[in-house]
């Protein structure tokens, strides 16, 4: 049987992925994803739907990694003019463990970052309770020491939530289709992400209040453009690692 050239590669090499630089095109991105699920756009929002829901109902989402990585498995698939089934979906537990510590990683990270959110919290109200005692009132205290603080407070946990998501912004993507560890997919992505860093703020960003706009619709044109958003996240992917396709050692000439 010939082999699929586009199927994930066997990673013997991977050091061997390179990360290329993206242009942010969000709306290009939106489109390109319409155009590579839209012959099969109600089998994949079954899939995103099925998926998401099943790692969402999960105690600490502990199969939300096998089901994002069955998802992106769908999108390879479509991306080599295959047809996509739930099937594919479920081959997401074939890389259990691996993007099982990442969503591991993903929970640590987003508990630190809420913990230092709470603490920023209290400790903005410990002062501002301390300065109400000291006789102060709050109409007394500037107004620009309580907006500056606070757009300084949030600036912080800002940028302190997007430098905690580096690791897992392709590290999915990369399980699905190179088949690497957690920490190899999360050193890649990560290394991906600093490279790109600007670019895809602004893509990412776009992209979410593209999904904001469509829940202020009465959600179902939210839950409509689901599919597309995820895909248009595959987009973003494959434009950062093209697509490698596995070397063919040549036959020898039969004697």
Same mark, same amino acid.
Not at 41 to 48: D, G, K
Not at 88 to 103: E, M, N, P, Q
Not at 148 to 158: E, W
């Given at each position: 049987m010939e082999s699929n050239p586009y199927e994930a590669a066997n990673t013997i090499n991977r050091k061997e992925?390179?990360?290329g630089t993206l242009d942010a095109k969000p709306i290009q991105f939106m489109l390109d994803s319409y155009r590579l699920i839209k012959d099969q756009?109600?089998?994949?929002? $079954? %899939?995103?739907f099925v998926g998401l829901l099943i790692g969402s109902l999960t105690p600490f989402g502990l199969l939300l990694g096998p089901m994002l990585v069955g998802i992106f498995l769908c999108f390879l698939e479509r991306e080599a003019g295959n047809k996509v089934s739930?099937?594919?979906?479920?081959?997401?537990?074939?890389?259990?463990?691996?993007?099982?510590?990442?969503?591991?990683?993903?929970?640590?990270?987003?508990?630190?970052i809420s913990l230092a959110s709470l603490s920023v919290i209290v400790i903005a109200g410990v002062a501002l309770i301390v300065m109400m005692n000291a006789g102060n009132r709050i109409q007394d205290i500037p107004q620009f020491l309580l907006i500056?603080?606070? $757009? %300084?407070?949030?600036?912080?946990?800002?940028l302190a939530s997007l430098f905690a998501s580096l690791p897992f912004a392709f590290a999915f993507q990369l399980i699905a289709e190179h088949n690497l560890s957690a920490g190899e997919a999360m050193t890649a992505s990560t290394r991906a992400v600093l490279h790109n860093l600007w670019p895809l703020a602004i893509t990412f960003i776009s992209i979410s209040f593209y999904g904001l706009i469509a829940m202020m619709m009465c959600y179902l044109p939210a839950l409509l453009l689901a599919p597309i958003q995820v895909g248009a996240g595959f987009i973003v992917y494959r434009e950062i690692f093209p697509r490698q396709l596995q070397a063919v050692t040549p036959r020898p000439n039969a004697s």
């Open positions: 992925i390179q990360h756009y109600f089998m994949l929002w $079954a %899939i995103v739930f099937d594919h979906l479920f081959r997401g537990f074939d890389h259990f463990i691996s993007s099982l510590l990442v969503t591991l990683s993903m929970f640590v990270c987003n508990m630190v500056g603080g606070f $757009a %300084i407070a949030y600036t912080v946990m800002l």
